[in-house]
């Protein structure tokens, strides 16, 4: 990398502080002003930074659109898939991928059990939205008065004894995710399935998408599947760093004894 061009990257982290003037940059980038006002300058041309009327540089908007950009053109579908098809192989269950959109939180990716019994679940399909460990992860992420607004407009249909019965309850679970950091469905939808999920997030923090590992229970028990908990954490953090740009994580699938 050039020198000019190593300084002028090293100007956007300083001003990703808080504005700075032109002897504080100088000073950062141990230049002349003369050379630090050069650099602005060209970043001021291209929008990456901006001159306020106090004469205080801040980071400009056209930063901020490309880095929109960026995030926007991530397919989490492509960047996930090589490591739920890991933990399939690891734990040989069932592992989803889903996000919430317009409403509905939707399947978008599948790897199939290894095993005879099979889940009806469907990419492009929508989940049981009041039940799913992935629906909870997604939703429990939601601004506090969004999450509440949500909860209330929903039906809550009783699927089985352990299903979700009204706002309050699901509100409550939804804490209690927010809380944990991991969601479960224990024969909420299905009495004979179980699932445990861990949610994806993005550069800014946010949960991007849901995963999760399902299994019925002639298969594993609850407790057997609430096991792969830290295995499922540790792939969905892996996840997350190649979503957020950071340095790659060893996957549970790679780390966990076999």
Known sequence: MSQTLDRALRILPLLAEGPAGLEQVATRLD??????????RTLHDHGLVYRQRDQRYRLGAALFALAQQAVE????REIAHPHLAALNERTGHT???????????????????????????????PVAITVAAVAKLLLADLPEAER?????????????ARSTTDAAAFLAELARVREQGWAADLGGHEESINCVGAPLR??????????????????????ELLRLRPLILRTAEAISAELSGATPVRTASEDAPR
């Open 31 to 40: 230049v002349h002003k003369s050379t630090a006002l050069r650099l602005l």
């Open 202 to 223: 993005g550069p800014d923090g946010r949960v991007r998408a849901a995963m999760s590992v399902s299994a019925p229970n002639v298969v594993v028990t609850a407790g």
């Open 148 to 160: 509440r607004a949500v909860a209330e407009r929903l039906d809550y249909p009783r699927y089985t």
């Open 95 to 125: 592992v989803h991928l889903a996000v919430y959109e317009q409403g509905e939180v939707v399947y978008i990716d599948k790897v199939d059990s290894r095993y005879p019994v099979r889940m009806y679940s469907r990419v492009g399909r």
């Open 73 to 76: 053109a991530l397919d989490i």
